[in-house]
């Protein structure tokens, strides 16, 4: 069973900033936090993962709580391409991933 | 990032026929490369993973003899579904993991069995 708890679906402006809760609050001192996305009737794409630290990219940024048990991917400013299944997955390095159901993002115009 | 290309896109084929699905790293070299599979609006749902010159990893529930695992290279796994059937229609997707964080997936392959 997924180790994370998401909502189901969310909706954001375009334009704004999407931000995507998830709890793991069962979490192990070395399993990272993963996001991945993936858009309809395509292979998931990778966003971010981290294991303490806040992280950045050129895509979005993971806020981690001091405690390690949620997270919030921050997608600056989302526009319609952004509409996608958001997942958030805890692992340990290397190992596999165990895949949950994901939030729905819905970006409206 | 790593690209990981998958082919066919998609397939229809007949009952009882096999279909042969192929994963290839295009840039860099997977030793273990693993296999999903999605049904319709559920999640990605782990098959097998794959081990460069040995045999597969096949997760429980997955029958080994019915989805033939081959990864002969550094470069390519493929994944062969034998004497499919309408059941075994699905989205299948593998992935590939560089360095020690992120895996990237391929773009998926939709098989159709009538």
């Known amino acids: 069973d997924a180790k994370t708890t998401q909502p189901t679906s969310m909706d954001c402006a375009e334009g704004r900033a999407a931000n995507l809760p998830c709890n793991h609050s069962t979490i192990s001192g070395n399993e990272y936090v993963y996001w991945y996305r993936q858009i309809h009737s395509q292979g998931p794409q990778y966003i971010i993962h981290?294991?303490?630290?806040?992280e950045t990219n050129e895509m979005a940024s993971l806020i981690i709580t001091e405690d390690r048990k949620s997270s919030t991917l921050i997608l600056p400013h989302a526009t319609l391409r952004d509409t996608a299944v958001y997942y958030c997955?805890?692992?340990?390095?290397?190992?596999?991933?165990?895949w949950g159901a994901g939030t729905k993002l819905i970006i409206k115009p | 990032g790593a690209v990981v290309s998958q082919h066919p896109s998609w397939v229809i084929c007949k009952s009882g026929t096999s279909v042969k699905i192929e994963c290839r790293s295009l840039d860099f070299q997977a030793t273990t490369m693993f296999w999903y599979r999605q049904f319709p609006k559920q999640s990605l749902m782990l098959m097998a993973t794959?081990?460069?010159?040995?045999?597969?990893?096949?997760e429980q529930g997955v029958e080994k003899d019915k989805f033939l695992i081959n990864h002969a290279s550094l470069t390519l796994s493929t994944l062969t579904v034998t004497s499919a059937h309408p059941e075994d229609s699905s989205f299948y997707i593998c992935?590939?993991?560089?360095?020690?964080?992120?895996?990237?997936f391929g773009e998926g392959s939709r098989l159709t069995v009538l």
């Open positions: 997955i805890v692992s340990q390095l290397n190992y596999q991933l165990i």
């Open positions: 992935s590939a993991r560089v360095g020690a964080g992120e895996l990237f």
């Open positions: 794959s081990n460069e010159g040995s045999k597969a990893t096949y």
């Open positions: 981290g294991l303490k630290n806040n």
